[in-house]
């Protein structure tokens, strides 16, 4: 596509470009929950993988050929990333609701945006991009709302400015940041100092651009759909578990060709429905086409650990991808000691993994937990205020959060200050369907990010998936 038919496609006032650019979150959205009648039920689905979903945008935009992706999250955090690739010149379309199709310009091929990229809430979206902006002999300034500006992005800088890229970022390595890109980026030779997809996935990212191979040795394995993904799109990726820890080989300079991508159902969004089943009596909820990588699923380890009724149907794999059929029934569950190494596979889940560590017998610890200070929110605090606020003893032993469970409903009754962080949110609301006196978040707009109409899909399951007439109230409603 020509320079003027981006800008013109950047200045489209359509309905794509509206969904884009969501409006910043002006006015709080205060949500509260209370337990339902009785119990959850139904069959539902949850939007798209977050991570897979940002992937397949950023890989169709350096693909030759048009990219045809089904499934894909609607959340603010991905929409900024197919606002960015369309900055970056690719052609980025909705075809229909989780349909997108993406016409790449091909490894190197990016033009330089004639704007501030701006990334909203999404970690992952300015992370993956630099390292994809490191590769281009290009120029880009990158910004993040009020959360992304307070996040470390040292840990992707560093590594990625032995590529010959040049960055200058905010003190202690935040947003806004710009960047020039390398003409003709350096391969990387990088051990990651934290577990840490992100930072594995922008090193992977900036080694396509670049001659030679790019090699990231991960201390403890990540999540792996970068790998999985630029394989399916015909790069050559090799990984190997040494003694030294995993190690991942990316051949520079390959032609990726388009290929469809389905992307399946979030198990961290899955993670907030099944939790809930478990800890309202008498639900049964089954969650379909689940993602179910084994660099995911370490919540459903723990909780099946701790007695829970947890089900994988009709497992199959689709697009390279791990994928079933998740059922949970209610059941008492107790405390269990989760290991530090199990952290990667389940970072997004210890907020939802603390609610039901609340409605355990005994007290739950969870070990290693220092990247979780790091994410949208200081989520180790975050998750431990939100305990004490509904009348649960929670306590941070160094990086260890440890949850003193009631074995049954906790009081309730508090107001939970989001943070800015969906899941934070999410979390709390879950809470208030298994607490004796409702629950109340002072700002529930952040869960759009990942998990539009989060709120409907749980009152259907307490409708026993029915859909609600209008004026009918669901358990979760504004207070
Ligand atoms: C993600 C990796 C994780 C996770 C984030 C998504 C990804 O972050 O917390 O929500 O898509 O690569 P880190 O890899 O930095 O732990």
């Given at each position: 596509m020509s320079r003027d038919a981006t800008d013109a496609a950047a200045e489209r006032p359509d309905e794509e470009r509206r969904r884009a650019a969501p409006p910043l979150h002006a006015r709080p959205r205060p949500l509260r929950a209370r337990a339902p009648a009785g119990p959850l039920a139904g069959r539902l689905r949850v939007p798209g993988d977050k991570s897979i979903s940002h992937r397949a945008l950023m890989f169709g935009a350096l693909a030759v050929g048009t990219t045809e992706i089904e499934g894909l999250l609607e959340g603010e955090d991905v929409l900024r990333t197919a606002a960015a690739m369309r900055a970056l010149g690719a052609e980025v379309e909705r075809l229909g609701e989780g349909r997108w199709r993406v016409a790449g310009r091909g490894v190197g091929g990016l033009v330089e945006p004639g704007d501030v990229l701006d990334m909203g809430n999404s970690g992952t979206a300015a992370r993956l991009l630099c390292g994809l902006l490191a590769g281009h002999p290009l120029f880009a300034v990158m910004t993040g709302d009020a959360s992304l500006r307070r996040r470390p992005m040292r840990r992707v800088i560093e590594p990625l400015s032995m590529t010959g890229a040049r960055f200058a970022a905010r003190a202690?390595?935040?947003?806004p940041l710009a960047v020039e890109g390398a003409a003709d980026p350096l391969p990387l030779d990088y051990r990651l100092p934290v577990a840490s997809a992100q930072v594995k996935s922008a090193c992977l990212l900036a080694g396509l651009c670049a001659p030679g191979v790019t090699r990231v040795v991960e201390p403890e394995p990540t999540r792996d759909h970068s790998e999985n993904m630029l394989r399916h799109f015909g790069a050559a990726v090799r990984v190997e578990d040494t003694p030294e820890g995993r190690v991942i080989e990316l051949a520079g300079q390959p032609e990726l060709a388009a290929a469809a991508v389905r992307v399946p159902g979030d198990p961290s969004s899955a993670a907030f429905a099944l939790v809930a089943a478990l800890l309202v009596p008498g639900s049964r909820v089954v969650v379909e086409n689940v993602g179910l990588n084994p660099l995911r699923t370490g919540l459903f380890t723990t909780l099946r650990e701790m007695g829970a009724a947890l089900r994988v149907e009709n497992a199959r794999v689709e697009g390279g991808e791990p994928v079933g059929d998740l059922a949970a029934e209610h059941a008492p569950l107790h405390a269990v000691e989760v290991p530090p190494g199990r952290a990667p596979s389940m970072i997004d889940e210890f907020p939802i993994l603390a609610v039901a560590a609340a409605c355990a017998s005994g007290v739950t610890r969870m070990r290693?937990?220092?990247?979780?200070?790091?994410?949208?929110?200081d989520r180790l605090a975050a998750t431990a205020a939100l305990l004490a606020a509904n009348g649960v003893r929670a306590e941070i032993e160094g990086d260890d959060l440890l949850v003193h469970g009631l074995?049954?409903?906790?009081?309730g009754g508090g107001t939970v200050a989001t943070r800015m962080d969906h899941r934070i949110a999410m979390s709390a609301l879950v809470l208030g369907l298994a607490a004796r006196a409702p629950v109340t978040v002072?700002?529930?707009?952040?869960?759009?990010?990942?998990?539009?109409?989060f709120a409907a899909l749980m009152n259907r399951l307490a409708a026993g998936g029915e859909r609600r007439g209008p004026g009918e109230d669901g358990p979760i409603a504004p207070p």
């Open positions: 202690g390595g935040r947003l290693g937990l220092a990247e979780l200070r790091v994410k949208e929110s074995g049954g409903p906790p009081p002072d700002d529930a707009a952040f869960i759009d990010t990942s998990f539009p109409g």
